[in-house]
């Protein structure tokens, strides 16, 4: 609208095969001025395995220091560094294995267990990133093995944490759509594009049907304030 054009900072990250991929489409301002001030002046990975992998620890300490203060952001970033070193030593054993069971690397079945792996992965350090210290993330993740309570989705108990079945039912919906939009835009459709194609009617209808959308949920949520901060939560 103003003329300025803003290189794009997310680049769908959750569809990432890998986590090093995932830092190459998530926050890409961060991690690239992270690469170039930090990894490629320690030495990048031109000077062997081992002096790539400590340069990986620095420059993702770095990382987590930026993101805050406190031993769960450090240990958040050093998680992430671990992640691409395990990956890098694993590297040949997993194509062995891909050999094995002859499955390409390329294959829908391959993209889709790297994906869903590197999607846990990453969500196990949110984890940590969230949590109100290092010990509580760790305790919250230990209990993801340890807890057993599947009826928790039977007795309604699940209503009682902030969502209730309505605003459970809005973010099924949400998330259905956003996946949707995401799945189109990484497979390079243009939504906008797609949209300014279509029938004068259409069009003014789909924006009219946008703007009622943002009026009605826009200031929808548990603990929604409209006077806060948006980053303050951060």
């Given at each position: 609208m103003f003329g300025i054009h803003l290189?794009?900072?997310?680049r769908h990250p959750y569809f990432s095969r890998s986590t090093g991929e995932f830092w190459r489409r998530w926050h890409i301002s961060l991690s690239s001025w992270l690469r170039d001030y930090v990894y490629i002046p320690l030495g990048g990975n031109r000077k062997g395995r081992l002096r790539k992998y400590f340069n990986l620890i620095v420059t993702f300490a770095v990382?987590?220091?930026?993101?805050?203060?406190?031993?769960?952001?450090?240990?958040?970033?050093?998680?992430?560094?671990?992640y691409q070193i395990i990956g890098d030593v694993l590297k040949p054993i997993r194509k062995g294995v891909y050999r094995l069971f002859r499955i390409g690397e390329e294959?829908?079945?391959?993209?889709?267990?790297?994906?869903?792996?590197?999607?846990?992965c990453v969500m196990f350090g949110w984890i940590l990133f969230r949590a109100d210290s290092l010990r509580i993330g760790l305790s919250m993740i230990r209990s993801v093995f340890t807890v057993y309570n599947p009826w928790i989705f039977f007795d309604d108990s699940l209503f009682e944490l902030g969502l209730g079945w309505r605003d459970c039912v809005i973010l099924f919906l949400s998330l259905l759509l956003l996946l949707a939009v995401s799945l189109l835009q990484n497979r390079k459709v243009s939504l906008s594009k797609l949209i300014m194609k279509q029938h004068i009617l259409l069009r003014w209808s789909i924006y009219f049907l946008m703007i009622a959308v943002?009026?009605?949920?826009?200031?929808?949520?548990?603990?929604?304030?409209a006077q806060d901060f948006i980053y303050g939560g951060f």
């Open positions: 290189a794009d900072n997310f990382s987590g220091m930026w993101h805050g203060g406190g031993l769960k952001y450090l240990f958040w970033g050093l998680l992430h560094a671990g294959e829908t079945l391959a993209v889709l267990i790297q994906t869903l792996f590197t999607f846990v943002i009026w009605i949920l826009g200031t929808y949520g548990f603990g929604f304030n």
